[in-house]
């Protein structure tokens, strides 16, 4: 059997970051596991608790992540977001390559404690069509577009803090070099 291995994938909300990696799993759908984190905001339609994301109150999230449960957590936005770490270990125990899609700060904390861990960063074609982009999505209040485009500033300038940049900017092209660094790199 393979060895797992963990793959951290970091990029502006709104970059298109989800539709990659979902069809990255239609194609793969027995090697990649995605990571299901912890959140303390609220389910935007259509998101399902376990499924998308573990809808944990304040409370709950800081009692877990202060008794160690977390591989990785961050505040975001004014929300708290968290990897939970025993799904992690299981999977790659099992020769699974594992995603984590999560923020700079998460990001970070991977680095330092999975130094071996792949980090990519996805990147948008200019901060205009990724304005556009989270505008177009409307899931999100005026006050959190600015909080992400705020982040996502902070974000794209540490890019190079990654092992590769792919720009989101054709969508099969994109997903053709994340195959590559998966699977090649
Ligand atoms: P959203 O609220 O749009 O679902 O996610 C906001 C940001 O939080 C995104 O950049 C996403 O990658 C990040 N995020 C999601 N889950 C986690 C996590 O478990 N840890 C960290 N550090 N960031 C996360």
Excluded: C
Aim: charged residues 25%; without cysteine.
């Amino acid at each position: 059997m393979s060895a797992g291995k963990l793959i951290v994938v970091t990029g502006p909300s709104g970059v298109g970051k989800g539709t990659l990696l979902q069809k990255l799993l239609e194609r793969y759908p027995d090697r990649l596991i995605f990571s299901i984190s912890a959140t303390t905001r609220s389910p935007r339609t259509g998101e399902e608790h376990g499924r998308e994301y573990f809808f944990w109150d304040r409370a709950e999230f800081e009692q877990k992540r202060d008794a160690g449960e977390f591989l990785e957590s961050a505040e975001y936005a004014g929300n708290l977001y968290g990897t939970p770490r025993q799904p992690i270990d299981q999977a790659i125990a099992l020769g699974k390559i594992v995603i984590l899609e999560i923020e700079l700060e998460g990001a970070r904390q991977v680095a330092q404690s999975f130094p071996d861990a792949q980090r990519i960063f996805i990147a948008p074609p200019s901060m205009e069509i990724l304005e556009s982009r989270l505008r177009d999505r409307s899931t999100d209040s005026e006050a959190q577009i600015t909080k992400r485009l705020h982040h996502a500033k902070l974000e794209i300038a540490a890019a190079n803090e990654f092992n590769i940049t792919i720009i989101n900017d054709d969508l099969a092209i994109a997903l053709q070099q994340l195959e590559k660094a998966l699977f090649h790199d």
